[in-house]
């Protein structure tokens, strides 16, 4: 189940199912004016104005985590409708991949998603988060099970995991 929340005039959700920062932005406080993207675009690679896009992450980030952390803590990369599953010890721009997984507390994974899903994975006792992109051909590939597997491999297990 999910709950609505607004902070900062940014509309988002959360998941009651995860026990660690997290949100699911909508379109709902932004600053973006293109035609079709209007307010909270959050890709870089759409045709916005570059200066909308870091506001709206810089709003989106201050509002998911109650001003605590800035959009210098997002580790981000190009989506490429794959199963690669990379692991964020640090923010930054990443390699193109569909996914991260991260045992850093602060490095705040993101993935975009229009008619794709956004899958969280979690293990509290581990410490280790993934999201993921989830479209047709990235859920074919089995990029779900990747990212189990990297926390897996990395000290989670299976059965503690929430999605």
């Known amino acids: 189940m999910f709950t609505h929340r607004v902070g900062d005039g940014v509309d988002f959700a959360v998941s009651e199912n995860i026990e660690t920062l997290h949100g699911f932005s909508t379109r709902i406080g932004g600053v973006s004016t293109l035609s079709g993207r209007e307010s909270m675009n959050l890709g870089y690679d759409r045709g ?3 200066d909308c896009v ?6 989106f980030v201050s509002a998911v985590t109650g001003g605590r952390y800035g959009p210098e803590r997002i580790a981000r990369a190009d989506q490429i409708h794959s199963d690669t599953v990379r692991y964020a010890g640090a923010p930054g721009k990443y390699e193109p991949c569909d996914g991260f997984w991260t045992d850093v507390p602060g490095v705040i994974l993101t993935v975009r998603v ?7 994975l979690y293990d509290k006792e581990a410490g280790i988060c993934a999201a993921l992109h ?3 051909r990235s ?10 597997e990297a926390i897996v491999s990395h000290g989670g297990k299976a059965s503690r995991i929430r999605a």
Do not use: Q
């Not at 870091?54 to 709003?59: I, K, S």
């Not at 229009?114 to 969280?120: E, K, N, Q, R």
């Not at 859920?139 to 189990?148: P, Q, R, S």
């Open 54 to 59: 870091a506001e709206n992450y810089r709003r």
């Open 114 to 120: 229009a008619d794709c899903a956004p899958v969280l």
């Open 48 to 50: 916005d104005d570059p």
């Open 139 to 148: 859920t074919v590939l089995g990029i779900a099970e990747k990212g189990v």
């Open 134 to 136: 989830a479209g047709w």
